[in-house]
């Protein structure tokens, strides 16, 4: 028996007496009017999701990763300074990357004794700064 017989034939035996060319598409429908139709007789049940377990949580990182917008040129004259450094022909113990250098130049700051009594914009922030640097320096 071909692949075509035996699709002729397994839609005969599903849709009670296969489809006919007189019939058309609407028979289909007849033929599957003798399939059990399942009244609803009962309330409806809640279908509870099932609840994985959670998995137990990694260690968190040390530090977390943000995204700071900045200018380009502020951002090629930290780069320039991570380069500059990495190329002085020193031995490291790691590598200095631009990260590098804003996580250095942040904990300086936060290290220090800032005013900011008088912060009201990012020009008087970076004054107060320059004024917490000049004087840690003496």
Do not use: C, W
Request: aromatic share 2%.
């Amino acid at each position: 028996m071909n692949t075509k017989a035996k699709l002729k034939d397994t839609m005969k035996t599903s849709l009670g007496g296969g489809l006919s060319a007189s019939k058309g598409v609407d028979s289909i429908f007849t033929a599957t009017a003798h399939t059990k139709v399942v009244e609803e007789t009962e309330p409806h049940q809640e279908i509870q999701p099932k609840v994985k377990a959670v998995p137990k949580q990694k260690k968190p990182d040390p530090m977390d990763k943000i995204t700071v917008p900045m200018s380009y040129r502020i951002k090629e004259a930290i780069d320039d300074l991570a380069k500059a450094i990495n190329r002085n022909g020193q031995k490291k113990k790691e590598r200095i990357t631009a990260n590098s250098v804003i996580r250095s130049v942040l904990q300086l700051i936060t290290s220090m004794d800032v005013d900011v009594s008088n912060i009201d914009s990012e020009d008087s922030l970076k004054k107060a700064i320059l004024k917490a640097i000049t004087e840690a320096r003496r």
